[in-house]
């Protein structure tokens, strides 16, 4: 999530005056962090169902202002909610601590939430047969471990990656410096591929 600005910053100001009474009693802060966050994001595998089963959990047991204080900290990576303890909002130590622990785990969670095919690991091995020749044999592990197997020709890749370049260039908006930066990758190793193609061809 990009740093909050001054309208998140006020957003969260809102909700902790809501939700720190809650915050000044440690059993509910051990509930919270043992009971809830490290129960359902640590010691279970995150599913499809792990943001939707927090929401309810935290909600039920400690009331509507908890679940969106807690969830809007959680949204937002380790250098971004300096800015809230600058602007006063929450206790420095223990919700710093409570994001870097458990940060990237919901990360997992509501990624898999608001996209559910989308995959977390891609692995191919390139197979080379007398009967067959070329081809690809692909796996890929989506966010709740269903995972898809695939055979495909090496043409079918560069098809493939053709399609989705093109679909890269219908987003209206400025894309973000990550996106710059992996198109900056690929154009350098399809050069690189292209010269040894090329290399072989002259030889």
């Known amino acids: 999530m990009n740093v909050p600005k001054k309208d998140a910053i006020?957003?969260?100001?809102?909700?902790?005056?809501?939700?720190?009474?809650?915050?000044?009693?440690?059993?509910?802060?051990e509930d919270i962090?043992?009971?809830?966050?490290?129960?359902?994001?640590?010691?279970?595998?995150?599913?499809?169902?792990?943001?939707?089963?927090?929401?309810?959990?935290?909600?039920?047991?400690?009331?509507?202002d908890v679940k969106n204080f807690l969830f809007n900290l959680?949204?937002?990576?380790?250098?971004?909610?300096?800015?809230?303890?600058?602007?006063?909002?929450?206790?420095?130590n223990y919700l710093t601590y409570l994001n870097k622990k458990y940060y990237k785990s919901f990360e997992t969670a509501k990624n898999l939430?608001?996209?559910?095919?989308?995959?977390?690991?891609?692995?191919?091995?390139?197979?080379?047969?007398?009967?067959r020749g070329v081809?690809?044999?692909?796996?890929?592990?989506?966010?709740?471990?269903?995972m898809l197997s695939f055979e495909s020709l090496p043409n079918d890749y560069l098809i493939?990656?053709?399609?989705?370049?093109?679909?890269?260039?219908?987003?209206?908006?400025e894309p973000e410096n990550k996106l710059m930066e992996e198109l900056d990758k690929l154009k350098l190793l399809i050069d690189d591929i292209k010269k040894r193609y090329q290399k072989i061809k002259n030889e």
């Open 113 to 131: 939430y608001t996209y559910p095919i989308r995959w977390k690991l891609l692995t191919t091995e390139l197979v080379q047969s007398k009967d």
């Open 160 to 173: 493939l990656i053709s399609h989705f370049i093109n679909k890269l260039g219908e987003i209206k908006t």
């Open 135 to 146: 081809f690809f044999s692909s796996r890929i592990v989506r966010y709740d471990n269903r």
């Open 74 to 92: 959680l949204l937002n990576n380790p250098d971004s909610i300096q800015l809230f303890f600058k602007a006063g909002v929450g206790e420095k």
């Open 10 to 29: 006020k957003s969260m100001k809102e909700m902790w005056k809501k939700a720190k009474k809650e915050f000044g009693n440690n059993k509910f802060k």
């Open 33 to 64: 962090d043992l009971n809830i966050l490290k129960r359902y994001l640590i010691e279970k595998d995150i599913d499809i169902l792990t943001f939707n089963e927090l929401s309810r959990t935290i909600s039920e047991k400690h009331g509507l």
